[in-house]
């Protein structure tokens, strides 16, 4: 029930919210200004979207053509095409996550995000079949015990 709510009062938020900042910027540089921005946005959105799809989906196609898992193409390629579709659609707050998602070192980043999340719903062999052989950082615990005390390889012990 409680998801249900966030997901209904979301995206009045974000309505909301793109509407103030577009006041603002219509207040600031007048409204004709501010409108034909957001068109100019929205038309380079329109262009980037049919751009970064198709090349998304060839470099999907070319991972299992060449028999490597796809997952990391699947999630940057989806990234940018979310990039792409959130400068399409109009308004600011949009334009600016969709302009930062085109940013490699930030898309990056999110699909680190992404595909982390993805893991940890995903079964480990499935999520190994997607994503590839996943790195397992091991630590070594000293296990004590009440009389004596076994050292770890590399550690140093010293005469008593």
Known sequence: MRLVAVALVTPVLLALAELAVLLGVAHFLGL??????????SAVGVVLVSRVGPRAWRR???ALNEGRPPGAEATNGLLALA???LIAFPGYLSDVVGA???IPPVRNLAAR??????????SPDVAGQVFGP???????HR????DTEAPLEGDIVEPR
């Open 32 to 41: 004709g200004w501010a409108l034909l921005i957001l068109l100019a946005t």
């Open 60 to 62: 999907f196609r070319g």
């Open 83 to 85: 990039a792409a579709a």
């Open 100 to 102: 930062l998602l085109l």
């Open 113 to 122: 995000g992404v595909q982390a999340a993805a893991e940890r719903r995903l």
């Open 134 to 140: 996943r790195t397992v950082r091991v630590r070594q």
């Open 143 to 146: 296990h004590e015990t009440a």
